[in-house]
């Protein structure tokens, strides 16, 4: 997820919380160009009891790196009414002002598949037209109430892993949260923009959780503190969602649609002004319509199957080679998987890739089929894995369905793809449009380029107060 200071009013400094790691950048605001960046892997996975809980411990990466996961949740205790900062403290070190989290749970990632499709249909039907899944904010929060009530008790606030951290920046007393990040949370009317409250308290909900919904690119408040040079006062944005703010760093005409591809997977493309979407949710869709900027939507196909299958592939044979008693850095065994794929341009070998499932089909699982012994190669499976991958993106949102929207081009953005080109000629293969891989793609720059745009208008307007 993804959320922005403005340094002033000629540069932002643009934050991506993500899964994996923590990216920050420095935007030129007249140019739109980025100045500098920094990113840190953010090594805060928990181990959990279950294969279906995922897990981070909410902390200091941000500080080591001076938008983020949409779904996932986490908890603030109650704090004393006498309490300025939002569950943290501020510290002074070697002449460096930090916050230290305190009192709050750990982050429940979008990954968390505790939430079975049981459990989801036992829950109230939402005034939305997007589906709740597992890893949603609203369905742990439920998941808790009905397996451990007891760890809800004392806590006051709920929210995203970047909404923490814009309370913590802005010193506010209640989290703040915007429609794109809520709509991901379940139980969200994106047309009024309000929680479904009625329905939540009908089912027991603790609606105090929720946070106060806001406007996307509108400012949630003020630093309260200077923070790494950053002065007190500097205007905080309110989060936004990872995924639209890498749209919005890339996309630039009607005909654009944007593949991202880190951890999980988008396609997406923008629906017209005047659309609106469905009362009610296809759960069986595999395209939703998720909430951009002004009232407008994305059509998007969101998989759960993106960079993490291509993690999970280094990882299995990391452990296999670990077995016969040697050691392989990961990164090795990835520079030669990519090298023995390019070798090997195409394969009889299929790979269905849904290793994670997806939230229209949460049952489905991978499988490897037309095995032959001519076909068993690194070049071979690595080809097929990633094929599959790309394949999988493809009957999501099939390529006649982007040429009947307007569709002309796509612009490849995220980690995995930017750093994987057998992804890349599989996406040109699979897809019948020109590709561009853009420069400075990712939800760090997007979010920037948003509070820019945002704070330049509101500094036009009223330009003493800043």
């Known amino acids: 997820m993804a959320t922005s200071l403005s340094c002033s009013a000629d540069f932002v400094l643009g934050m991506d919380l993500g899964t994996t790691s923590v990216k920050v950048v420095l935007l030129e605001a007249q140019s739109n160009s980025v100045t500098d960046s920094r990113s840190f892997p953010t090594n805060s996975d928990i181990s959990c009891t279950t294969d279906t809980r995922v897990g981070q411990r909410a902390g200091s990466c941000t500080n080591n790196c001076s938008s983020g996961q949409m779904h996932g949740r986490f908890t603030?205790?109650?704090?004393?009414?006498?309490?300025?900062?939002?569950?943290?403290?501020?510290?002074?070190?070697d002449e460096i002002i930090r916050f230290i989290p305190k009192d709050i749970s750990q982050l429940i990632t979008w990954q968390d598949g505790r939430c079975s499709?049981?459990?989801?249909?036992?829950?109230?039907?939402?005034?939305?037209?997007?589906?709740?899944?597992?890893?949603?904010?609203?369905?742990?929060?439920?998941?808790?109430m009905k397996h451990r009530p007891e760890f809800l008790s004392g806590f006051s606030d709920a929210g995203t892993?970047?909404?923490?951290?814009?309370?913590?920046?802005?010193?506010?007393?209640?989290?703040?949260?915007?429609?794109?990040?809520?709509?991901?949370?379940?139980?969200?009317?994106?047309?009024?923009?309000?929680?479904?409250?009625?329905?939540?308290?009908?089912?027991?909900?603790?609606?105090?959780?929720?946070?106060?919904?806001?406007?996307?690119?509108?400012?949630a408040g003020y630093t309260s503190s200077e923070w790494y040079g950053i002065p007190a006062h500097t205007p905080v944005g309110a989060a936004l969602g990872d995924f639209q703010c890498s749209v919005y760093s890339c996309m630039t005409d009607k005909g654009d649609a944007v593949l991202n591809m880190s951890t999980s997977a988008q396609l997406t493309f923008g629906m017209p002004a005047e659309f609106s979407p469905p009362s009610s949710p296809d759960a069986l869709s595999p395209v939703a319509y998720f909430p951009y900027l002004h009232g407008s939507y994305l059509a998007v196909a969101a998989s759960l199957n993106g960079g993490n299958v291509m993690a999970t592939f280094v990882r299995m044979l990391d452990s296999w080679i670990k077995e016969f008693g040697l050691e392989v850095n990961e990164s090795r065994i990835y520079s030669q998987l990519i090298?023995?794929?390019?070798?090997q341009p195409n394969t009889d070998l299929t790979v269905t890739s849904t290793l994670l499932g997806e939230r229209h089909d949460p049952t489905t699982s991978a499988s490897v089929s037309q095995i032959s012994p001519s076909n068993l190669s690194l070049g071979h499976v690595t080809r097929a894995v990633c094929r599959g991958i790309i394949e999988n993106m493809a009957?999501?949102?099939?390529?006649?369905?982007?040429?009947?929207?307007?569709?002309?081009?796509?612009?490849?953005?995220?980690?995995?793809?930017?750093?994987?080109?057998?992804?890349?000629?599989?996406?040109?293969?699979?897809?019948?449009?020109?590709?561009?891989?853009?420069?400075?793609?990712?939800?760090?720059?997007?979010?920037?380029?948003?509070?820019?745009?945002?704070?330049m208008m509101f500094v036009s307007e009223t330009p003493d107060l800043l």
């Open 76 to 93: 603030q205790r109650q704090a004393e009414k006498s309490q300025v900062h939002w569950s943290c403290e501020w510290l002074s070190k």
């Open 161 to 219: 892993i970047q909404d923490y951290v814009v309370s913590m920046l802005g010193g506010l007393d209640r989290c703040v949260m915007t429609g794109q990040n809520a709509a991901s949370w379940g139980y969200f009317n994106s047309t009024t923009n309000q929680w479904n409250t009625q329905i939540l308290k009908d089912a027991g909900f603790p609606v105090h959780l929720l946070p106060v919904v806001v406007e996307s690119g509108a400012v």
């Open 395 to 455: 009957t999501m949102m099939p390529p006649h369905s982007l040429q009947a929207a307007g569709v002309r081009c796509i612009i490849g953005s995220g980690s995995a793809l930017s750093c994987n080109p057998v992804l890349q000629q599989e996406v040109e293969r699979v897809f019948p449009f020109p590709v561009v891989y853009g420069k400075d793609v990712d939800s760090a720059v997007g979010v920037a380029m948003v509070f820019k745009d945002q704070l």
């Open 117 to 144: 499709a049981d459990f989801l249909s036992s829950l109230p039907k939402p005034d939305s037209h997007l589906s709740v899944a597992t890893g949603f904010g609203c369905a742990t929060i439920f998941w808790y």
């Open 339 to 343: 090298q023995s794929a390019l070798a």
